[in-house]
């Protein structure tokens, strides 16, 4: 059996130009290469998961390539490309500050900066989480970051910008990373999907795409986890919805119906579905009201593009924003968030949900009644 490789391994980018949602950083670094520009310390900044390791090690590849692209890439093909593609390069060091954050661990690295590389122009050594590094060992390392050798390059990496002390801050360059937006990781996962010959659902994809908030990582680990679990080559909405144990998105299409037939019993019953099959009822609610923005959002066609589903499903939410009204929703959304806020400090939480249900079949009613009331007084003035 061929051994399984996870897709966060197997697809890490190899050049510049495969980052994805990160083209503010791999420009800015691809003009430093063609200009010769290039600082000795940066400090890459940003969620997990985003490609601070990954742009790390294609910038230190790319400086030692002997054989670069038209385009400042990488070219994956010399003596040097192989090392650093093969993880055997002596150009590249890394240090794990999480793990290897003492004044011991810093002075080994000082240590080896002193000597030149033997191939290649460049060393270069990348420090992720430095965070962690010990204050000790920060201050170890400034003078070296200070005046480092001019074959050597410094890349820190962290998740929490806020730690880090200003001395370093200021001495080095510094790239913030972008959360990646979801159409970005749907049509990578899509693209990976159709190099693994997966057969993939739109709405699947983007399902992931969501869940994974921003990081490329969770996304294709989601993505290998949902695809093992299927077994087989087709990966399906209705598959990852029940892996993923998320509320069906059709249950939400069926409340608003519901409400906006004004029909208790009908929401009621749709409700008791929903708990039945496991779900919390402060996820739905909150679902439901998101389900509510993204119908408002339809209503204007400016705000449209805030629309964040898939193309199959927009005709849907268009259809359904139509029936409703904007006062209807505007009056929806603000019992949701009532129900939201108060949901877990209710003792009875089933009823506050249903109480919040019965409301919500009101609100037109509730709408007509007010019109009718100002009409009448318009009349008596
Ligand atoms: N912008 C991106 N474009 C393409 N793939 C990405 C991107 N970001 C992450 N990935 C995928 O996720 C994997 C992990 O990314 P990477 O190690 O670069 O993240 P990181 O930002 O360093 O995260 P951490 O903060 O957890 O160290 C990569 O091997 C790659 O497959
Ligand atoms: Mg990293
Ligand atoms: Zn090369």
Do not use: W
């Amino acid at each position: 059996m061929e051994n399984f490789v996870v897709s966060a391994r197997k697809y890490r980018p190899s050049n510049f130009k495969s980052v994805v949602g990160q083209s503010h950083i791999t420009t800015t670094l691809k003009n430093a290469i063609k200009n010769n520009h290039l600082a000795q310390a940066f400090l890459f900044c940003g969620p997990r998961g985003v490609g601070k390791t990954t742009c790390a090690r294609i910038l230190a590849k790319t400086i030692n390539c002997e054989n670069l692209t038209a385009d400042f890439e990488a070219c994956n093909t010399c003596d040097s490309c192989k090392a650093f593609n093969n993880n055997a390069s002596f150009n590249v060091h890394e240090l794990d500050a999480a793990s290897n954050n003492s004044v011991d661990d810093i002075r080994n690295l000082v240590e080896q900066v002193r000597y030149a590389p033997q191939q290649g122009q460049y060393k270069v050594y990348i420090i992720d989480e430095v965070h962690m590094l010990s204050n000790q060992a920060f201050n170890a390392f400034l003078k070296t970051l200070e005046e480092p050798p001019k074959y050597a390059i410094f890349i820190l990496a962290t998740t929490e910008k806020h730690k880090i002390i200003p001395t370093i801050l200021s001495r080095c360059q510094i790239f913030d990373f972008n959360r990646i937006q979801i159409k970005d990781i749907a049509d990578h996962l899509k693209y990976i999907a159709g190099e693994e010959k997966i057969e993939s659902e739109e709405e699947a994809l983007r399902l992931i795409a969501t869940k994974a908030d921003g990081a490329l990582r969770d996304a294709l680990s989601i993505f290998d986890l949902i695809v093992t679990y299927s077994a087989g080559n087709k990966l399906t909405y209705q598959e990852t919805i029940s892996n993923l144990h998320i509320l069906d998105y059709d249950y939400y299409f069926k409340v608003v119906d519901a409400l906006l037939e004004e029909s208790i019993s009908k929401v009621l019953m749709i409700f008791d579905e929903i708990l039945k099959k496991g779900f919390d009822g402060h996820n739905f609610i909150v679902g439901l009201n998101e389900h509510l923005r993204d119908l408002m959002v339809c209503k204007d066609s400016e705000t449209i593009e805030l629309l964040e589903v898939s193309e199959s499903a927009k005709e849907r939410y268009l259809q359904q924003s139509q029936d409703a009204s904007l006062s209807f929703l505007l009056t929806a959304m603000n019992i949701c968030n009532q129900c939201d806020i108060h949901y877990k400090a209710s003792k009875n939480q089933r009823l506050h949900v249903e109480l919040a249900l019965m409301k919500l079949a009101k609100v037109n009613q509730a709408i007509s009644l007010a019109a009718l009331a100002q009409e009448e007084s318009k009349k008596k003035a």
